[in-house]
């Protein structure tokens, strides 16, 4: 890409940070693996039922009570594995809770890092393009990623749930970014994995919007967003940018 000049009225590029830049899941299924090894109650199901029924949790706690305020992130992540276990037939006690939910946290941390691809991407985006994320999650958790991962030096801005008190797809978040990128809807491009929160919530504002469908689900795409399946694709994406028929 180096030397090429944009065609395209492009100011900045957007991205999802958790499962489009960090390797979320990753982090989580190794996390869930080691859980199973400690506690018989989890062996019993597999990987993918386990992290099932993390996620269905996850959405019932996380975003109703952690990023409302209402909890902390220690105590949603010890209500969480409380009710996996029970859930399982287990009644645990309060120290089971936080052991657990200490043990996951631990295991989460020692598996950090980026998403195939997801660095050559923001190292040539940032040549040309300003760079933001948007995120539904804690300011301290995500600024914990990026300066783990060494990639703070290659955001412009980043805008969290936590900060604004709404989650994508709410307007609010995304229009925060795009007034602190300085530029209008339609001179910013979103890349994210989540088609409810990052396509739609961007989309509905004018934006232009790469899907990172890493998980091949099925969707009307026509007109809203173009897929990929992954960030390793450095030269369809940066074509995408610059010249894409969205």
Same mark, same amino acid.
């Given at each position: 890409?180096?030397?090429?000049?944009?065609?395209?009225?492009?100011?900045?590029?957007?991205?999802?940070?958790?499962?489009?830049?960090?390797?979320? *899941?990753?982090?989580?299924?190794?996390?869930?693996?080691?859980?199973?090894?400690?506690?018989?109650?989890?062996?019993?199901?597999?990987?993918?039922?386990?992290?099932?029924?993390?996620?269905?949790?996850?959405?019932?706690?996380?975003?109703?009570?952690?990023?409302?305020?209402?909890?902390?992130?220690?105590?949603?992540?010890?209500?969480?594995?409380?009710?996996?276990?029970?859930?399982?037939?287990?009644?645990?006690?309060?120290?089971?809770?936080?052991?657990?939910?200490?043990?996951?946290?631990?295991?989460?941390?020692?598996?950090?890092?980026?998403?195939?691809?997801?660095?050559?991407?923001?190292?040539?985006?940032?040549?040309?393009?300003?760079?933001?994320?948007?995120?539904?999650?804690?300011?301290?958790?995500?600024?914990?990623?990026?300066?783990?991962?060494?990639?703070?030096?290659?955001?412009?801005?980043?805008?969290?749930?936590?900060?604004?008190?709404?989650?994508?797809?709410?307007?609010?978040?995304?229009?925060?970014?795009?007034? *602190?990128?300085?530029?209008?809807?339609?001179?910013?491009?979103?890349?994210?994995?989540?088609?409810?929160?990052?396509?739609?919530?961007?989309?509905?504002?004018?934006?232009?919007?790469?899907?990172?469908?890493?998980?091949?689900?099925?969707?009307?795409?026509?007109?809203?967003?173009?897929?990929?399946?992954?960030?390793?694709?450095?030269?369809?994406?940066?074509?995408?940018?610059?010249?894409? *028929?969205?």
């Amino acid at each position: 890409m180096t030397g090429r000049i944009p065609i395209r009225n492009i100011k900045a590029v957007i991205f999802d940070l958790d499962d489009t830049l960090f390797d979320h *899941r990753h982090s989580v299924r190794t996390a869930l693996a080691a859980m199973q090894d400690k506690y018989e109650c989890f062996s019993k199901i597999t990987l993918d039922e386990f992290e099932k029924l993390h996620i269905k949790l996850l959405n019932e706690i996380h975003l109703s009570r952690i990023l409302t305020g209402e909890i902390s992130l220690d105590e949603g992540r010890a209500m969480r594995f409380g009710q996996a276990f029970i859930t399982l037939n287990v009644e645990p006690t309060y120290e089971m809770r936080h052991e657990a939910a200490a043990f996951y946290r631990e295991k989460y941390l020692t598996s950090t890092g980026l998403k195939p691809g997801a660095l050559d991407i923001l190292e040539e985006v940032k040549k040309h393009y300003k760079t933001g994320i948007v995120t539904n999650n804690l300011i301290e958790e995500q600024n914990r990623k990026l300066k783990e991962c060494e990639i703070e030096h290659l955001i412009d801005v980043m805008v969290t749930s936590d900060e604004v008190k709404v989650t994508k797809p709410d307007p609010l978040i995304f229009n925060t970014v795009l007034e *602190r990128l300085n530029c209008s809807p339609g001179e910013a491009v979103m890349i994210g994995d989540s088609w409810e929160s990052d396509i739609i919530g961007a989309y509905n504002l004018g934006m232009k919007c790469i899907w990172v469908n890493t998980y091949e689900e099925i969707r009307q795409t026509d007109g809203i967003a173009i897929e990929i399946q992954s960030m390793e694709d450095r030269d369809r994406i940066i074509d995408l940018i610059e010249n894409g *028929r969205f």
